[in-house]
């Protein structure tokens, strides 16, 4: 017993922070578990944040992760779907928790910079894409890889992946694919991409800087400094050579059974060996994906791209709530990630099965309005 104590009392909390030069340095520290969010975790650092925002004496904070594997592989999916099999209702809550963190990091009005080095999928990507500063590494794998387990790309993803052209962003929301970090920097998800090692010694550049009295732009200028490398040389893309592939097939007036033909008759045709393995990739997502989340997926990121951040967090809770109440988050989570036999039974189970009121059901609202657990997000600006 006094071991076991022991080592409890000795155990690491799972978010970390101290300041360094007024800079706070919040860290992620599951590295176990690839720094996964847990609900503790969420709400620990939604009261970090408002620290930050509130205490003169920090002027920036940056986010990074422990370990060397990953910055944060996203929200902790199995512990939500042991609450959905013994009918908890708190699942629902994390969503709102964490869609709340993710707004306050994207409105902060200090500069935030994100270390995605290493794997950053999901809720990862909610925390790091609300960052001004985006550090990418050649170890960092990005990914909203969402359909693939019967959900939604969440976390704001309807709005920060709409950075990109509408037919990149259904290509990247829709299959799941996973990123370099050259590619995040290709495709304007990432701000600087440079060695991981170079993160190493951040720290002691940033004690060189100046952070008092300083504006928050020019306070980000200096931040910038602390972070790109003297001789920094951008990596290879190797993405960038498929860009018009993907164009033409992820064109935003196509649905999904329009897409998929597409890409089963290019098949169908003689190609170099690397064409011929991109258009098998995006295939084999895009049919063995929920059909149902790949309809609702591709209409709420082209919706996302003409509403607001908090128009959007409002639509993917309701979008959530119900791929978890009633659709195919469960198979997804029991066939991927629990049983791990990789055969989901999704329902329905194929495309051409999926009926249009379907998708339109998924992307009503299950709230009144002013009843929406996010209805307040974004108002109190509105009105500034």
Not at 334 to 339: E, G, I, N, Q
Request: glycine residues 6%.
């Amino acid at each position: 017993m006094s071991a076991v104590l022991n080592e409890e009392s000795v155990r690491e909390p799972d978010v970390l922070f101290r300041v360094v030069n007024r800079v706070a340095i919040v860290t992620l520290n599951r590295p176990a578990a690839l720094n996964a969010l847990s609900h503790e975790m969420v709400r620990e650092l939604a009261v970090l944040i408002e620290r930050c925002r509130t205490d003169s004496e920090i002027a920036a904070i940056v986010l990074r992760g422990a370990g060397a594997k990953g910055f944060c592989a996203g929200g902790d999916v199995r512990a939500l779907y042991g609450m959905r099999q013994r009918n908890e209702k708190g699942w629902q809550q994390f969503f709102i928790d964490e869609y709340r963190l993710d707004y306050a990091l994207h409105t902060f009005p200090k500069p935030v910079v994100a270390l995605l080095d290493g794997i950053t999928m999901g809720g990862g990507m909610g925390l790091g894409q609300a960052a001004r500063l985006r550090i990418v590494t050649e170890r960092t794998k990005i990914a909203m890889p969402e359909t693939r387990i019967g959900f939604l790309p969440d976390v704001g993803a309807t709005r920060f992946l709409s950075v990109m052209p509408a037919e990149i962003e259904l290509y990247v929301g829709l299959t799941g694919v996973t990123l370099t970090g050259a590619e995040a920097l290709r495709f304007q998800l990432a701000d600087l991409c440079v060695p991981s090692e170079w993160l190493d010694t951040f720290e002691e550049r940033l004690l060189r800087i100046a952070t008092a009295d300083v504006a928050a732009d020019d306070l980000l200028r200096a931040l910038r400094t602390v972070f790109e490398p003297p001789c920094n040389i951008v990596p290879h893309a190797g993405l960038g050579a498929f860009t018009q592939l993907i164009l033409r097939h992820f064109d935003r007036r196509s649905g999904i059974e329009r897409i998929v033909a597409t890409l089963r008759q290019d098949l169908e045709r003689e190609h170099p060996r690397e064409v011929r393995q991109w258009l098998q990739a995006t295939y084999d997502a895009l049919t063995s994906h929920s059909p149902t989340m790949l309809y609702v997926t591709r209409d709420a990121l082209l919706r996302g791209r003409q509403m607001t951040l908090a128009e959007c967090f409002r639509m993917e809770l309701g979008i959530v709530t119900r791929a978890i109440e009633e659709g195919d988050f469960s198979e997804g989570v029991r066939a991927h990630l629990v049983d791990k036999d990789r055969k989901p039974r999704w329902a329905p189970a194929t495309l051409a099965e999926v009926r249009p009121e379907r998708v339109r059901h998924f992307l009503s609202s299950p709230w009144r309005s002013q009843a929406h657990p996010l209805a307040d997000l974004g108002v109190e600006q509105a009105l500034v």
